[in-house]
């Protein structure tokens, strides 16, 4: 009787996977950005949202843009406070990802 490859049903892949990459593959990114999924996290992020609703760069030329992102102004991983509000920014999608790039180089 020929074996059957185990199928994960998440990724519908061949493969075998530990339990533990399958939850962090099904979630998506790594440990880095795990801390992003806590609740302390999204309780800060909404409570800074909540005082400051628009892009602060959209607002620096005029424009009131809703923050659907909460920047780290000194990213955390350069030493930057992850829970220190004045080491966040609210920011539209747009400016987040052109300041994430920016970091990243």
């Known amino acids: 009787m020929p074996t059957q490859k185990r199928v994960d ?3 519908h892949s061949g493969k075998s996977v530990q339990p533990t990459q399958r939850v962090n593959e099904s979630r998506g990114g790594n440990a880095d ?3 992003y999924r806590r609740k302390r996290w999204r309780d800060f992020r909404i409570s800074v949202l909540r005082d400051e609703p628009f892009c602060r760069e959209c607002a620096k030329i005029g424009k009131q843009i809703i923050a659907k992102e909460l920047d780290h102004i000194i990213p955390v991983k350069k030493e930057g406070e992850m829970y220190d509000r004045d080491n966040v920014q609210p920011l539209c999608s747009s400016c987040h990802s ?3 790039r920016s970091d990243r180089s």
């Open 9 to 11: 049903r998440r990724t």
């Open 33 to 35: 950005t795990q801390i």
């Open 98 to 100: 052109r300041k994430s």
